[in-house]
């Protein structure tokens, strides 16, 4: 990580999760974070409780951003060019999940997805390349994305999440090739968890023991967010000649693939309701 020590890094959904504990493990390497969420209040708290640590800390910089605001992502990377001399390592955390069928789900449900899990994600990516290029920095792009992106869970509402996340396992792929194609040496990871103690888990968790539920993920091993933290920092410490492309990280003792298939009962309830 000592490549990384005095560089910047744009963490996006930086105010709470996953986003929260790799903003503390890299200011921890040194590294300056732009921390970008929607809720000033938790980003400022962030802020209090890791600046001024000491010489051998990084600072941390909140901006309050929607990422799914194009102009206001572009408004970030002009900032950070102009003020820090261009990000070297972008995290792209946000997304959301929502549970809602095929069958009956709400098209808003399905574009907040969509526009926050692939495009935004996208967005921030372009511009990284664009701020890396522009400041001659061979910096890293990490993905977080989830084990959703490498099979089709079978829990019945959630296959629009597992669209999403298969498009980033894409993207990914995809941004790496049009980097060699283009000749940067910039690095492109993806990050697949499986589940991990976050409101947005908990949350689903929470309506699982609803009456007639198809989500049903009562008792599963799940990771911690340190845990996910960890291996943005294993894959950050690789020399310039090597590439994690893509890992995938589970609680001990659980699998990749989920095994859940809801009662024929269950899903006319739900379809009913």
Same mark, same amino acid.
């Given at each position: 990580?000592?490549?990384?020590?005095? +560089?910047?890094?744009?963490?996006?959904?930086?105010?709470?999760?996953?986003?929260?504990?790799?903003?503390?493990?890299?200011?921890?390497?040194?590294?300056?974070?732009?921390?970008?969420?929607?809720?000033?209040? +938790?980003?400022?708290?962030?802020?209090?409780?890791?600046?001024?640590?000491?010489?051998?800390?990084?600072?941390?910089?909140?901006?309050? &951003?929607?990422?799914?605001?194009?102009?206001?992502?572009?408004?970030?990377?002009?900032?950070?060019?102009?003020?820090?001399?261009?990000?070297?390592?972008?995290?792209?955390?946000?997304?959301?999940?929502?549970?809602?069928?095929?069958?009956?789900?709400?098209?808003?449900?399905?574009?907040?997805?969509?526009?926050?899990?692939?495009?935004?994600?996208?967005? &921030?990516?372009?511009?990284?390349?664009?701020?890396?290029?522009?400041? +001659?920095?061979?910096?890293?792009?990490?993905?977080?994305?989830?084990?959703?992106?490498?099979?089709?869970?079978?829990?019945?509402?959630?296959?629009?999440?597992?669209?999403?996340?298969?498009?980033?396992?894409?993207? &990914?792929?995809?941004?790496?090739?049009?980097?060699?194609?283009?000749?940067?040496?910039?690095?492109?990871?993806?990050?697949? $968890?499986?589940?991990?103690?976050?409101?947005?888990?908990?949350?689903?968790?929470?309506?699982?023991?609803?009456?007639?539920?198809?989500?049903?993920?009562?008792?599963?091993?799940?990771?911690?967010?340190?845990?996910?933290?960890?291996?943005?920092?294993?894959?950050?410490?690789? $020399? $310039?000649?090597?590439?994690?492309?893509?890992?995938?990280?589970?609680?001990?003792?659980?699998?990749?693939?989920?095994?859940?298939? $809801?009662?024929?009962?269950?899903?006319?309830?739900?379809?009913?309701?």
């Amino acid at each position: 990580m000592e490549q990384w020590k005095g +560089k910047v890094a744009i963490v996006t959904g930086a105010s709470a999760g996953i986003g929260e504990a790799i903003v503390v493990k890299l200011v921890k390497y040194g590294v300056h974070v732009v921390a970008l969420a929607r809720r000033e209040v +938790k980003l400022q708290e962030l802020a209090e409780s890791l600046n001024g640590k000491g010489n051998n800390h990084g600072t941390v910089h909140t901006k309050v &951003c929607d990422v799914t605001d194009e102009q206001a992502v572009k408004n970030v990377f002009s900032w950070v060019d102009s003020t820090l001399g261009g990000v070297s390592i972008l995290i792209n955390n946000a997304g959301t999940a929502k549970v809602s069928s095929l069958l009956n789900g709400k098209l808003e449900d399905w574009q907040d997805m969509m526009n926050l899990n692939v495009l935004a994600l996208n967005v &921030c990516s372009r511009e990284a390349y664009q701020s890396m290029s522009r400041n +001659k920095i061979d910096g890293h792009i990490i993905q977080v994305n989830s084990v959703a992106g490498h099979n089709i869970t079978p829990y019945f509402a959630m296959k629009m999440y597992n669209a999403s996340k298969h498009v980033v396992r894409v993207l &990914c792929e995809g941004l790496r090739h049009e980097l060699q194609l283009v000749g940067s040496k910039i690095k492109v990871s993806s990050i697949s $968890p499986g589940g991990v103690s976050t409101d947005l888990l908990l949350g689903i968790i929470e309506r699982s023991r609803e009456p007639n539920s198809t989500v049903q993920v009562n008792n599963i091993k799940i990771l911690q967010t340190e845990d996910v933290a960890n291996a943005v920092i294993t894959t950050l410490a690789t $020399p $310039p000649t090597v590439l994690i492309a893509e890992m995938t990280i589970v609680a001990n003792g659980s699998t990749i693939q989920a095994h859940f298939q $809801p009662s024929a009962a269950v899903v006319k309830n739900l379809l009913n309701s």
